[in-house]
């Protein structure tokens, strides 16, 4: 099982990307994104079940980043808008099947993780 993320680069405040994480070996019911800042700790920025139910970290990223997934692909996206320099840092995805809607926002909960995308916003 392989989680590939990719997508990051640098922007200028205000802008757009997308991420995207293709996942090969098997399907799970969930995937989500987390980031990770330098000095901080890994935060949950927004997770997707396979019905294509949504959770996302409200404070952070709420109206600007939307989460989707195309089961036929096998791979989630984070379409992330107005861009600001806080949302600078490594996004990583994360999968898993046995995790509940409860802990979807618990990095500790997830057993699958990709190799982390970086993603620099310039003020």
């Known amino acids: 099982v392989q989680l590939q993320a990719s997508g990051g680069g640098l922007v200028q405040a205000g802008g757009s990307l997308r991420l995207s994480c293709a996942a090969s070996?098997?399907?799970?019911?969930?995937y989500a994104w987390f980031r990770q800042a330098p000095g901080r700790e890994r935060e949950f920025v927004a997770a997707i079940a396979r019905s294509g139910g949504t959770v996302y970290d409200a404070e952070s990223v709420k109206g600007r980043f939307t989460i989707s997934r195309d089961n036929v692909k096998n791979t989630v996206y984070l379409q992330m808008n107005s861009l600001k320099p806080e949302d600078t840092a490594v996004y990583y995805c994360a999968a898993d099947s046995t995790i509940i809607y409860s802990d979807v926002k618990r990095a500790s909960k997830y057993d699958y993780w990709g190799q982390g995308t970086l993603v620099t916003v310039s003020s």
């Open positions: 070996g098997r399907t799970f019911r969930f």
